[in-house]
């Protein structure tokens, strides 16, 4: 069974625990600001901790190319130097187990930091599953398009 | 002078004036070399040097490297009878530029009730030099016990305001006002309304900020709120409106303004510079760091501080921006200037201060201020830095990197704040009877 890069979860993982909801809820086409109304104060805490969490630097004249999760995870894979293909889109085996940005025991009140790891699902999985959802109710979707 | 007001009749609100101006800033302290500066179109902002007493302290672990300093102030300048190791820089730069603007105004505190003179500064981070030193004192080194005794005393946030009644014998109202970025203009409108409000002839104001330290520019930094472009290059990092801005430039400062009632002034034959007409403070109850995009607030602000003033959007000939050369903030500001003024946004002279000297947060609004009180006894509007290449999203007609000459009757001063928070101060020509004629219902 394919699944996403070690990267890809971490970082949906952290992104799901700081909007409060499950991992599966976060898909890498979510786009930062319109799909997951992150404001910029917003996306500054994300940027800090995924500098935290994977030691790296994200320069401001960067942030450009950071639209969508997807785009998150490809921008931190090739600053880690990742092989040939840094779309977040690409499918790596499933790690045994991929650790949130945030440890589960920081916040032991929480069950979804520990359970998320379990909890994420494919590309494509989440793909059909947004096809469904798509399919069956469109009202808070925002259908423009993705902006570059 | 002061004859020129006798028989002007009963005003709707008491009349208050400013006598007097202390500026200390990154292109000069002193007035005279400060507004010769801003003419000149010099710029204050440059590199930072590495940190004083800690120079393992990686310069290259901030992002933005340059700032607005104040390099040429000297400890020595504050008042006499001042102890310079007990007050932080930021007190210091206020009670230097204080002197000045007491001493411009002819002031003499002993022919005063001093219970009748107040003290209204804004600050917006206070005595932080000291404050990081005995941090680290305790959580780095474990020792509590080696805290200096004056760092309560010094990091609280109206010693600046303290001292200055201390050291002038100003026994009136003491008030520190606290609103990041737009503390010193409300410090001015608050003053202004404390004298309509009969609590005071007399209110020295303004603000000043010296937080270009290791640990609040790190923190300015993490907010990605800084320029981080322009490292090499300083002076053109403060960019205001231009298209090539990429965030602010910290700065550090100082201005006193000398504010009281038209009688006073009057009645001791003082020089009159302006007029504060009006003053609005709003909160956008919004988001802490940014302001509401489509700029409504910001427009509700301004023409709530214009009606204050009884002066209409036609009379204003002049905006000082609170423009602080960021992504965002600049057009919204320029959104709401549009939302106010329509078509005579296109006629107005914009300009920003902050592009000469950078953001000099809790002292901002006051420096803005004697920008405007200059301006308007001058004719003069000082150059926008830097604005090379407009950008299409903030553009006005009225915003120039040369300086503009015009007969000013009326100018507005914008200052925005985290906290989401907004203030508009008007200051007119003090012979324009800009009473009575209201503005037009909208």
Redesign the interface.
């Known amino acids: 069974m394919a699944s996403e890069s070690t990267v890809a979860i971490q970082i949906r993982t952290a992104l799901a625990q700081h909007l409060k909801r499950d991992a599966d809820k976060v898909r890498p086409e979510d786009r930062l600001r319109e799909d997951l109304g992150l404001?910029?104060?917003a996306m500054?805490e994300l940027?800090?901790k995924i500098e935290e969490h994977f030691d790296l630097e994200i320069?401001?004249?960067d942030?450009s190319r950071i639209a969508t999760v997807a785009d998150v995870t490809a921008y931190v894979e090739e600053k880690l130097g990742a092989p040939a293909s840094t779309s977040a889109a690409a499918v790596k085996p499933a790690p045994a187990a991929a650790p949130a940005i945030a440890p589960a025991a920081a916040e032991p009140s929480r069950p979804e930091p520990a359970r998320a790891p379990a909890k994420v699902t494919s590309i494509k999985v989440a793909a059909k599953r947004k096809a469904a959802a798509a399919s069956s109710k469109t009202a808070d979707k925002k259908k423009g398009p993705r902006r570059a | 002078m002061g004859g020129d007001f006798a028989g002007f009749g009963t005003p709707v609100k008491k009349r208050i004036v400013v006598t007097g101006l202390g500026v200390v800033s990154p292109i000069g302290i002193g007035v005279d070399p400060f507004w010769k500066n801003a003419l000149a179109g010099r710029s204050g902002i440059s590199a930072l040097p590495p940190w004083q007493d800690l120079p393992e302290l990686p310069l290259g672990g901030y992002?933005s490297q340059v700032a607005g300093q104040v390099l040429d102030f000297d400890p020595a300048a504050i008042p006499e009878g001042v102890h310079p190791d007990r007050y932080d820089r930021y007190a210091q730069l206020s009670l230097v530029a204080t002197q000045e603007a007491v001493a411009d105004s002819g002031l003499r505190l002993d022919r005063e009730n001093p219970h009748r003179v107040g003290v209204i500064m804004g600050a917006g981070m206070g005595g932080m030099l000291i404050g990081e030193e005995e941090f680290a004192k305790v959580y780095m080194s474990n020792r509590p016990h080696r805290v200096h005794p004056n760092f309560i005393p010094m990091i609280t946030l109206n010693s600046a305001s303290g001292v200055i009644a201390m050291t002038f014998g100003a026994k009136g109202p003491n008030l520190t006002i606290s609103t990041a970025c737009s503390s010193s203009a409300h410090a001015i409108g608050l003053a202004l309304g404390a004298i309509r409000a009969g609590q005071a002839d007399v209110v020295l104001t303004g603000g000043a900020e010296a937080s270009l330290t290791p640990l609040a520019f790190a923190g300015f930094c993490?907010?990605?709120a800084l320029s981080?472009?322009y490292n090499t290059e300083p002076t053109r990092a403060s960019r205001p409106f231009d298209r090539a801005r990429?965030?602010f430039v910290m700065g550090e400062g100082a201005a006193t303004l000398v504010l009281e009632s038209l009688d006073h002034a009057v009645k001791r034959k003082a020089p009159i510079y302006a007029e504060v007409a009006g003053y609005a403070g709003t909160s956008e109850a919004f988001?802490?760091?940014?302001p509401k995009e489509d700029g409504s607030e910001m427009a509700v602000t301004m023409t709530m501080g214009l009606h204050d003033a009884g002066v209409s959007p036609t009379q204003i000939d002049y905006i000082n921006a609170h423009a602080t050369s960021t992504p965002?903030g600049d057009p919204v500001e320029v959104t709401a200037i549009r939302t106010v003024f329509k078509k005579r946004a296109d006629t107005i002279a914009v300009n920003a201060t902050k592009s000469l000297i950078g953001h000099t947060l809790g002292a901002a609004g006051a420096l803005g201020g004697v920008a405007c009180v200059m301006a308007l006894r001058t004719g003069l509007v000082h150059p926008t830095v830097n604005y090379d290449d407009p950008d299409p999203a903030c553009e006005l007609p009225g915003i120039s990197a040369e300086v503009q000459e015009r007969p000013i009757r009326s100018a507005l001063l914008n200052a925005f704040g985290f906290g989401s928070n907004n203030a508009a101060v008007v200051f007119s020509q003090p012979s324009a009877p800009a009473r009575g004629s209201r503005p037009r219902a909208r």
């Open positions: 404001d910029s104060l500054i940027l800090f320069p401001n004249e942030l | 992002r993490a907010l990605r981080t472009a990429d965030g988001h802490m760091v940014v965002i």
